[in-house]
């Protein structure tokens, strides 16, 4: 991690309060969740990495978790053992964990270190792996989602898009990866899937900000995988065409007219990082903050502390596993 990014992060957790029991400080709705990414990375020898995390989110007892997608690297072959070994290790979660898709189980399975999978055959199988109860969650205690292909028929293939309430809090998971969204099309096949995805996306974005209105909601979360790329925008030094560029934007107009706390959490680049949100024009979005969580080798987790009726809404715990530090 760069100082920039560290002195970042370290300023907003010296904000927030220390690691506590929800029923015990805060509002009579506070409520903590636990956000992490990008694991069990590098297998085989991250999944005891994993499991160390996980008992010691189960003895926290959360309300939920949220999994930013990437549940192997790029280079591991996109195998369905490979996909039912992360399934299982997910599932030894006791509470609630709400699961988003990444490049890695997918996008980028045409590798041929990822075993030259066709992209498209692996999320149908991801969809039926993960998200063969699409109204509830993962876990052993699973919670109650309302997923796009059932609330919004035109999209009836985004099972894996779901959104939920905790105190006045609306939760969206949105399908937006890296490697450029899936926008570098290995065929056409590959561009036809990106664009209606992204026309799914974008409604979903458009329908969770309506629907936080219309119940007059404290705070908006947003997780996704992908980062966002900066460095494809016009302000960045990449000419290709951003994949990210419409549900950015969606997420900007929604945030607007919400005009309360919006916090987006992604994985994809491994570091953890708290900033503002940026447009696609590279200015920070007012009332948006931009959480970014460990991954790859850094097997920890943030825990995001939520109390509906403060002010900023959200504090932030590291939540370091010290036997999983690299050295």
């Known amino acids: 991690m760069t100082r ?3 002195l970042a992060f370290v300023a907003m957790v010296l904000l927030a309060p220390p690691a506590w029991s929800a029923e015990s400080v805060g509002g009579d709705k506070a409520f903590s969740f636990v956000a992490l990414g990008d694991m069990p990375y590098n297998l085989p020898g991250d999944v005891v990495k994993f499991d160390r995390l996980i008992g010691a989110i189960n003895a926290m007892k959360p309300a939920f978790t ?10 591991i ?26 490049d890695n189980e997918w996008t980028d399975c045409h590798r041929a270190a990822a075993g030259g999978f066709d992209p498209r055959e692996r999320l149908v199988r991801l969809r039926e792996i993960f998200f063969a109860t699409p109204d509830k969650s993962l876990g052993q205690r699973p ?7 059932r609330s919004m028929p035109d999209y009836k293939t985004y099972v894996e898009n779901a959104r939920f309430e905790k105190n006045g809090v609306r939760f969206i998971s949105v399908h937006v990866v890296g490697s450029n969204n899936g926008f570098e099309a290995q065929d056409p096949d590959s561009a036809i899937e990106f664009f209606a995805r992204d026309r799914a996306n974008v409604a979903w974005v458009e329908a969770g900000f309506a629907k936080a209105l219309d119940e007059n909601a404290k705070a ?24 990210f560029t419409r549900v950015l ?9 919400f005009g309360k706390p919006v916090l987006v959490i992604n994985g994809d680049e491994h570091v953890i990082e708290l900033t503002p949100l940026k447009n696609s024009q590279g200015k920070p979005i007012p009332n ?14 943030v825990r995001v502390i939520v109390d509906p009726d403060s002010a900023g809404v959200f504090g932030f ?4 596993i010290p036997e999983n530090r690299n050295h």
Request: with cysteine; net charge negative; aromatic share 8%.
């Open 77 to 102: 072959p996109c195998s369905d053992a490979v996909l039912r070994q992360a399934y299982d290790q997910i599932q030894t979660f006791e509470g609630a964990l709400v699961y988003t898709i990444g």
């Open 249 to 257: 934007d969606a997420i900007e107009t929604g945030a607007q007219a």
């Open 288 to 301: 948006v903050l931009r959480l970014m969580v460990y991954g790859d080798g850094d097997v920890h987790a």
């Open 66 to 75: 949220l999994h930013m997608g990437d549940i192997k690297s790029g280079s």
């Open 143 to 149: 919670i109650a989602v309302e997923n796009q292909s």
């Open 317 to 320: 715990v590291p939540m370091i």
């Open 220 to 243: 908006v979360v947003l997780f996704m995988q992908a980062e966002f790329d900066q460095a494809r925008f016009p302000n960045g030094a990449m000419p290709r065409q951003s994949g």
């Open 4 to 6: 920039l990014r560290w």
